[in-house]
């Protein structure tokens, strides 16, 4: 330094200029030259000298500071002639100067530097002019503590720095320090907190300091400030360390005081910080507060997240097992008398928040038994707090997911223990848990009437064991009569325990006593309503209320039944002061009556009826009605006004509580919230809807729902309509914060409160009603949330009952996740966007929020017919999707799209479409969509509302069948490319479709292809195609006989799974199903009929498929004699159509028509009925495949037909052709249509003609006599008793046996088995009928003379004896409606039956001898059938035995 440069410092300094600093002066110096060795010397001593004189050791490490930008780290070596020479020179110095004056001081330099850095330390700590408390740095603070910091870490490097000096400095001055300061110590490893702690010699000193500084860090952790996250880091290794220390058992002994006295230190701490927040709680913080923000950051030290760096995980439970003891024994000032009057105060929806957030944390770590154990163990050995062990078991039971089997299971031991030793304690807190856990519903836990029934309602409760165990449990409920709120002992008065008649005086004075209480009360047990809570201890509802609440509840339990509720019947024997004074007069309130009765008029009448009502408040109440009907309507208005006032108050109340859900929702600092409030709400709830103690019962009943109609009572649907609001709008508000995924329980939980026994048929009415009904009209957000909806009621899928659907779908039992199947049609363009919105978001929603989890939930919470329908409407709408797919990023969530302001669902359709994660769940087995689902989804369509054009859908279904399921395997519900599958698989699905739309939701007399089914139409078409297809390809190779038609084997298949028999029912669905048969035969080419003949052989068509379908079940259904005109003119147009293909067209016909007459005759007589409307179409059909004459089989059906025309003519007859049964069948027909008023000259000129004819002709006379009968409206002006009478008055002239009519079986050989194939099996099982209903026509003494006569009459006999006791007959007196056979007969089976019964037995004895030969047969068959006809036979074939056989015989 020059001369004048010296001088100016020193004017500068003289004149107070500003001061420089050090590292200004040594920056000055460097930029000069290099001293030689001497020179350096000498400025060294220099520098010392004036150091030793002008030193401040605080103010130098102070002000040694780095150049701007940079840090001083005075452990590094830098070497003198580098650029940062100025920072070493400046540690250089410190050290050097630190040594010196520890040298003249005498103290060890370590000392001396501690106390130097503990001194700026404090400096930098009260340097703030913010006054205490205070726990957080200033900016400018950290900066400098920073500075000094690296100092002392190059201190401690170089040995130079004594921790133990350092802290016992720090604590001279410990309200000054700052808790971040020791925290940056410990972070910085210059004294770890540890070790600061336990250099304290007063550990009292330690923990009060300490505790207040971590309340204050709480409080300004949770204060908005932009260090939150540097509190939140402090809190966190402070408890981590407190943790470790005081809870793990293996000390790291590495301090210098007893490890057990830092343990003692850190439990102390914990303790204190725990017994402040909980004096915090019961002085009744306010939300917002500091105290309350510090609470609430203490017990968010709790979380599992906050010890992942404690080593042992132990520690972490340990402390939570302590943290959970000192909460149950905290200030246990309540005793137990206490605890019984007021624990309704401590449910979980009145619990504090904070501290039921606080139980929630602890039960994570500890494993539900263990926390069972350890309760027990507290209650056990120490004093508890009544309100926190109550409130404890309050959100064990509802937060913990098997806490019903734990609780149940723990209040049974304790009960086993209490009667075994008859310990009190035992007994009390069993009770006491008991109770605490009902409080939070049916739902949670057994309400405790339920559960006190169940203790000790039988003989296997826990008290009946001995006289003691009863003595002791009413000594126990009698000391409890004075604390007992109204309701428990009501309980115990309707649901006494049960108790042997010798000891029956206990339970009389516990009654006689609890009723004395009750009194004192002024509460009634005879004014209880009817389906009151008694699970809850609140105050006991006014009877007005709860009369009002048990109408409302009785009204819908009988719509459910149609009984009168046992619990109203109950009340009108054994409480007749309530149901007298209040059920009645609520019920019976004066209105104006509807014009048909509803479901409380109803319930009046059966009252009534029953006379549980008396007749003059009825008849008050008739009248009061009528008066009320002639009042102004305002009058009515206000009346109905009033009616709901004891609800509005609870309605209030729900909307508030369901307000305040929607911040737990959307701020995710309040998750711990969420199920205090959900508790809140499931009370509300209840009282809203007057729920009582069976409102989560289902008791196994299904829920009825009329999709058609759906009904719901008004003050049900505001309810409903809040909560699915409410549903819907916290969804969308959730999900504009954070994915599904990310949302917490609150959905869940939300839907598990919706699912009560008496809400969720309200709930699934309202979704009803909305999805069915109003669905197009239904925004995106209601989409959204009720697909939500549907997800989470999958979800508890285990735990509903299932739904009874009415029409318009089959009355069967369905879960709850597959009612959106029939909620969700796709017949028309409004039905099929919704579906495929609802399905869109629902699947969307379900991967989103299950995404975490395995497939498997997906696949449980969502019905695979939804699953199904989104694959059918996206191959549908979007003919993009018809192409292999192309792979989305997984990453990208396909719930995005539907979170947006304005939803684009044809988007997010294609997103979902196009993830992976759907691919893989369309992989499970039951989701994929197959070719049979296609079928069922596309026969639903309506072509004339449809989304797409006919050209389009047409192109579709090409795409759909050709393109996508011909060629798919069979294992992914494909065809394997063949054809012949595809065409069974739709006609199978086309006739079961058909059959259920018309049993509900389509005209019967639709115009359609298959009857009303307004969606089938193209399909058919699309199955005539591929049966054109198939009918025009090859034929088979080879010689192998052929397999039969398809078309066959699926109605073959169909007809013999369905159950036979003679019952309407069953006769009626075989019909519905051969109707179907038929129409589909009738759409398909005639060649299906009649297979065609290979044209090298001279064969008939291949018809037997045809003929076994018309002998085994077209027959059953034939009318008189026929089949209908539209299959019998198939039949012919296939014969002749196979035939033209035929070498010899004429041969192939006549083979196929004579085959006719022994396999199939039924269709020869349906030609000769139709023949008329047939002979034009078959001539010119001949004409076009051959110029020669009709085949002469057809001829031969032309000459029968031309024969019996002529018999009705004024010409005489020709002689008959061919065969005679088929002349007489065509006899039959023309008389049935010719009108007249008598055929007996007819008749006469068939007299010579032949016995046979006649006697076929009489055959086919019955046949249409029961006919008549059966199908009334088929008789025409000739009565059919009249034409039978005729005929066989002419076969009794000419003395032609006939009985063999009524003797015929399949066995017979002839003709027998050919006329039983021309009548229904039904009419020939009415044969009896018949036979005796031409019983005055007999000509007897003809009939007397046949051997066979008594045989024939008592067969005939027991066989209509018979069809009596089966109710056959009174089914044809039903459907004649009044016909011959009732005015010939009788006018009933009876008087039939006992006109048969009178000619049997005076036929008995006139009947020769050879008569009896076969009547014990008959016998033996039908023994009890008539005793008087037995006995009658009996004597008469006694009679005419040889006498020999009943005399003695010889031996010898």
């Known amino acids: 330094?020059?001369?004048?440069?010296?001088?100016?410092?020193?004017?500068?300094?003289?004149?107070?200029?500003?001061?420089?600093?050090?590292?200004?002066?040594?920056?000055?110096?460097?930029?000069?030259?290099?001293?030689?060795?001497?020179?350096?010397?000498?400025?060294?001593?220099?520098?010392?000298?004036?150091?030793?004189?002008?030193?401040?050791?605080?103010?130098?490490?102070?002000?040694?500071?780095?150049?701007?930008?940079?840090?001083?780290?005075?452990?590094?070596?830098?070497?003198?002639?580098?650029?940062?020479?100025?920072?070493?020179?400046?540690?250089?110095?410190?050290?050097?100067?630190?040594r010196d004056q520890a040298a003249q001081l005498g103290v060890p330099v370590a000392v001396l530097c501690s106390q130097v850095v503990a001194s700026g330390l404090v400096r930098v700590c009260e340097a703030d002019a913010v006054p205490p408390p205070k726990v957080l740095l200033t900016p400018d603070q950290r900066k400098k503590l920073s500075s000094l910091f690296e100092i002392a870490q190059n201190l401690l490097a170089q040995s130079m720095f004594s921790r133990l000096s350092f802290c016992q400095e720090l604590w001279k001055v410990q309200n000054s320090l700052l808790l971040e300061a020791v925290w940056r110590l410990h972070v910085q490893n210059i004294v770890s907190l540890q070790e600061l702690l336990e250099s304290h010699a007063d550990s009292q000193?330690?923990?009060?300091?300490?505790?207040?500084?971590?309340?204050?860090?709480?409080?300004?952790?949770?204060?908005?400030?932009?260090?939150?996250?540097?509190?939140?880091?402090?809190?966190?290794?402070?408890?981590?360390?407190?943790?470790s220390r005081g809870f793990q058992k293996n000390a790291d002994v590495r301090g210098t005081v007893d490890p057990e006295w830092m343990s003692q230190v850190a439990v102390a701490v914990l303790e204190?910080?725990?017994?402040?927040?909980?004096?915090?709680?019961?002085?009744?913080?306010?939300?917002?507060?500091?105290?309350?923000?510090?609470?609430?950051?203490?017990?968010?030290?709790?979380?599992?997240?906050?010890?992942?760096?404690?080593?042992?995980?132990?520690?972490?439970?340990?402390?939570?097992?302590?943290?959970?003891?000192?909460?149950?024994?905290?200030?246990?000032?309540?005793?137990?008398?206490?605890?019984?009057?007021?624990?309704?105060?401590?449910?979980?929806?009145?619990?504090?928040?904070?501290?039921?957030?606080?139980?929630?944390?602890?039960?994570?770590?500890?494993?539900?038994?263990?926390?069972?154990?350890?309760?027990?163990?507290?209650?056990?050995?120490?004093?508890?707090?009544?309100?926190?062990?109550?409130?404890?078991?309050?959100?064990?039971?509802?937060?913990?997911?098997?806490?019903?089997?734990?609780?149940?299971?723990?209040?049974?031991?304790?009960?086993?223990?209490?009667?075994?030793?008859?310990?009190?304690?035992?007994?009390?807190?069993?009770?006491?848990?008991?109770?605490?856990?009902?409080?939070?519903?049916?739902?949670?836990?057994?309400?405790?009437?339920?559960?006190?029934?169940?203790?000790?309602?039988s003989a296997r409760g826990f008290h009946g064991s001995s006289k003691k165990a009863l003595v002791f449990l009413f000594k126990f409920l009698s000391d409890l009569v004075p604390f007992e709120a109204p309701r428990y002992l009501q309980v115990h008065i309707l649901h006494p325990p049960l108790v042997p008649s010798k000891y029956r005086t206990l339970l009389t004075d516990y009654v006689a006593l609890a009723r004395t209480r009750l009194a004192d009360l002024k509460v009634s047990v005879e004014n209880m309503g009817l389906y009151e809570d008694l699970s809850s201890a609140g105050d006991v509802t006014e009877p007005r209320c709860q009369a009002a609440q048990d109408v409302e509840k009785a009204i819908m339990v009988f719509e459910h039944t149609g009984k009168i509720p046992a619990a109203v019947l109950e009340a009108s024997i054994f409480r007749r002061s309530y149901y007298l004074s209040h059920f009645l007069p609520a019920l019976l309130t004066p209105r104006v009556l509807p014009r048909v009765p509803d479901s409380r008029a109803a319930l009046i009448e059966s009252l009534r009826r029953a006379d549980k009502i008396p007749p003059s408040l009825y008849s008050t109440y008739r009248q009061a009605c009528s008066t009320v009907g002639e009042k102004k309507p305002e009058d009515a208005a206000s009346q109905r006004e009033v009616e709901p006032s004891c609800k509005?108050?609870?309605?209030?109340?729900?909307?508030?509580?369901?307000?305040?859900?929607?911040?737990?929702?959307?701020?995710?600092?309040?998750?711990?919230?969420?199920?205090?409030?959900?508790?809140?709400?499931?009370?509300?709830?209840?009282s809203a809807l007057g729920l009582g103690e069976d409102d989560n019962d289902f008791e196994g009943a299904p829920v009825q729902l009329s999709v058609r109609a759906p009904k719901l009572q008004p003050w049900e649907q505001r309810v409903v309509d809040l909560l699915l609001t409410s549903f819907c709008q916290n969804l969308m508000a959730a999900s504009s914060v954070a994915p599904p995924d990310r949302q917490g329980p609150w959905a869940a939980h939300f839907v598990r409160t919706l699912c009560r026994s008496r809400l969720l048929p309200a709930l699934l009415s309202r979704l009803c009603q909305l999805l069915h009904h109003q669905g197009p009209s239904l925004s995106a957000s209601h989409v959204v949330g009720l697909a939500a909806l549907a997800v989470h009621l999958g979800e508890s899928r285990s735990a509903l009952p299932e739904v009874h659907v009415g029409p318009p779908t089959p009355a069967r039992g369905l879960p709850v996740p597959e009612l959106f199947d029939i909620l969700l049609p796709c017949r028309t363009q409004e039905s099929s966007a919704l579906c495929l919105k609802f399905c869109t978001a629902a699947i969307s929603y379900s991967l989103c929020k299950f995404s975490s989890q395995s497939r498997d939930i997906s696949y449980s919470c969502l019905s695979p017919g939804l699953i199904k329908k989104f694959q059918f409407m996206v191959f549908r709408w979007f003919s993009e999707a018809r192409d292999p797919p192309s792979w989305e990023d997984p990453a990208s969530s396909p719930w995005r799209p539907l979170c947006l302001p304005s939803v684009d669902w044809q988007r997010a359709a294609l997103c979902l479409w196009k993830q992976r994660t759907l691919r893989e769940l369309l992989k499970q087995e039951g989701l994929h969509l197959t070719y049979r689902d296609w079928l069922q989804l596309e026969l639903e369509i309506q072509p004339e509302v449809d989304s797409l054009s006919d050209t389009e859908r047409q192109d579709f279904h090409q795409w759909a069948i050709h393109q996508h399921f011909l060629p798919a395997p069979s294992a992914t519900g494909g065809c394997d490319g063949d054809l012949e599958v595809a065409c069974a698989t739709l006609i199978d699905v086309l006739m079961d479709f058909c059959q259920s739309s018309r049993s509900y939701d389509h005209s019967e007399n639709s115009d359609l292809v298959l009857g009303g089914c307004t969606g089938n139409r193209d399909i058919f078409s699309r199955l005539q195609e591929m049966a054109a297809d198939l009918e025009q390809g090859p034929a088979p190779l080879g010689h192998a006989a052929p397999r039969g038609h398809f078309v066959f084997g699926v109605f073959c298949r169909r007809l013999q799974a369905l159950a036979r028999g003679w019952d309407v029912a069953s006769r009626l669905r075989r019909q519905q199903e051969l109707l179907t048969c038929k129409r589909i035969l009738l759409g398909l080419p005639p060649s299906v009929l009649v297979g065609s003949p290979r044209l090298e052989q001279l064969a008939a068509p291949d018809c037997d498929d045809f003929f076994h379908l018309v002998n085994s079940e077209l027959r059953n259904f034939s009318h008189d004699g026929a089949l209908t005109h539209d299959i019998t003119a198939h039949f012919f147009r296939g014969l002749l159509n196979a035939c033209s293909r035929s070498r010899d067209p004429s041969l192939a016909a006549d083979l196929t028509l004579t085959a006719c007459q022994t396999q199939c005759p039924l269709l020869l007589t349906s030609a000769l009925l139709w023949w008329p409307h047939l002979e034009p179409e078959l001539h010119c059909r001949w004409r076009r495949c051959s110029q020669s004459p009709l085949p002469a089989e057809l001829r031969r059906l032309q000459e029968a037909r031309h024969f019996a025309g002529s018999v009705l003519s004024p010409l005489a007859a020709p002689p008959p052709p061919g065969p005679a049964w088929l002349c007489a069948a065509a006899l039959h027909f023309v008389i049935r249509r010719a009108g007249k008023e008598s055929i007996r000259w007819e008749l006469g000129q068939l007299?010579?003609?032949?016995?046979?004819?006649?006697?076929?002709?009489?055959?086919?006379?019955?046949?249409?006599?029961?006919?008549?009968?059966?199908?009334?409206?088929?008789?025409?002006?000739?009565?059919?008793?009249?034409?039978?009478?005729?005929?066989?008055?002419?076969?009794?002239?000419?003395?032609?046996?006939?009985?063999?009519?009524?003797?015929?079986?399949?066995?017979?050989?002839?003709?027998?088995?050919?006329?039983?194939?021309?009548?229904?099996?039904?009419?020939?099982?009415?044969?009896?009928?018949?036979?005796?209903?031409?019983?005055?026509?007999?000509?007897?003494?003809?009939?007397?003379?046949?051997?066979?006569?008594?045989?024939?009459?008592?067969?005939?006999?027991?066989?209509?004896?018979?069809?009596?006791?089966?109710?056959?007959?009174?089914?044809?007196?039903?459907?004649?409606?009044?016909?011959?056979?009732?005015?010939?007969?009788?006018?009933?089976?009876?008087?039939?039956?006992?006109?048969?019964?009178?000619?049997?037995?005076?036929?008995?004895?006139?009947?020769?001898?050879?008569?009896?030969?076969?009547?014990?047969?008959?016998?033996?068959?039908?023994?009890?059938?008539?005793?008087?006809?037995?006995?009658?036979?009996?004597?008469?074939?006694?009679?005419?035995?040889?006498?020999?056989?009943?005399?003695?015989?010889?031996?010898?």
């Open 1 to 98: 330094m020059s001369a004048s440069q010296a001088r100016g410092a020193a004017s500068d300094l003289g004149h107070g200029g500003c001061r420089r600093a050090w590292v200004e002066l040594l920056a000055g110096r460097v930029k000069r030259q290099k001293l030689g060795p001497e020179g350096e010397q000498k400025v060294r001593e220099s520098a010392v000298r004036l150091l030793r004189s002008h030193l401040n050791l605080g103010d130098l490490v102070l002000e040694v500071e780095g150049p701007p930008g940079k840090q001083l780290c005075l452990s590094r070596l830098i070497d003198y002639d580098g650029p940062g020479a100025h920072i070493d020179l400046s540690s250089s110095l410190i050290g050097s100067a630190l």
């Open 205 to 243: 000193a330690v923990v009060a300091w300490l505790s207040r500084d971590l309340r204050l860090l709480c409080e300004q952790t949770e204060a908005p400030c932009q260090h939150a996250d540097v509190a939140r880091a402090m809190l966190a290794d402070f408890v981590q360390m407190l943790v």
């Open 272 to 457: 204190r910080m725990l017994a402040s927040a909980l004096e915090a709680l019961a002085a009744g913080i306010q939300e917002g507060s500091a105290a309350h923000k510090a609470v609430s950051c203490w017990f968010g030290v709790f979380s599992g997240h906050m010890y992942g760096s404690v080593i042992s995980t132990e520690s972490p439970k340990r402390f939570f097992c302590h943290t959970l003891t000192q909460i149950l024994t905290h200030k246990p000032v309540l005793k137990v008398s206490d605890a019984v009057q007021i624990q309704r105060e401590w449910s979980f929806a009145r619990t504090s928040p904070l501290l039921s957030g606080l139980y929630r944390r602890l039960f994570v770590i500890l494993s539900p038994e263990e926390l069972v154990g350890h309760l027990q163990e507290v209650l056990e050995t120490q004093e508890v707090n009544w309100q926190h062990v109550l409130s404890c078991v309050s959100t064990l039971v509802i937060c913990l997911p098997d806490a019903q089997q734990l609780v149940n299971g723990w209040v049974s031991r304790l009960l086993t223990h209490a009667f075994e030793s008859c310990d009190l304690d035992s007994m009390v807190l069993a009770f006491l848990v008991a109770r605490q856990a009902a409080l939070e519903g049916p739902a949670a836990f057994p309400s405790y009437a339920a559960w006190f029934q169940a203790a000790f309602g």
């Open 648 to 686: 509005e108050e609870p309605l209030g109340l729900l909307t508030t509580a369901l307000r305040e859900l929607r911040a737990s929702v959307t701020d995710p600092t309040q998750r711990d919230a969420l199920l205090a409030q959900m508790a809140v709400i499931s009370e509300q709830l209840r």
């Open 1247 to 1452: 007299e010579s003609q032949g016995e046979e004819l006649l006697v076929f002709l009489f055959f086919f006379s019955l046949m249409g006599l029961l006919s008549s009968h059966l199908t009334p409206q088929a008789a025409g002006s000739l009565k059919p008793l009249d034409v039978c009478a005729e005929v066989l008055g002419c076969l009794q002239r000419k003395r032609v046996s006939w009985l063999p009519l009524f003797q015929l079986t399949e066995t017979d050989p002839g003709l027998g088995r050919t006329l039983l194939r021309l009548a229904p099996d039904h009419q020939v099982r009415l044969l009896p009928l018949a036979f005796y209903s031409l019983l005055s026509y007999f000509d007897e003494d003809a009939l007397l003379q046949e051997d066979a006569f008594l045989h024939v009459a008592v067969n005939m006999y027991l066989k209509l004896v018979g069809l009596f006791v089966a109710g056959e007959t009174g089914a044809v007196w039903t459907l004649a409606h009044g016909g011959d056979l009732q005015a010939q007969a009788g006018g009933d089976p009876v008087s039939l039956i006992t006109n048969a019964r009178l000619f049997l037995l005076q036929s008995i004895p006139r009947c020769p001898k050879r008569s009896f030969s076969d009547v014990a047969e008959l016998l033996g068959t039908s023994a009890d059938c008539d005793p008087e006809v037995r006995a009658a036979l009996l004597s008469r074939q006694q009679a005419v035995l040889d006498p020999d056989l009943y005399q003695e015989p010889r031996l010898f």
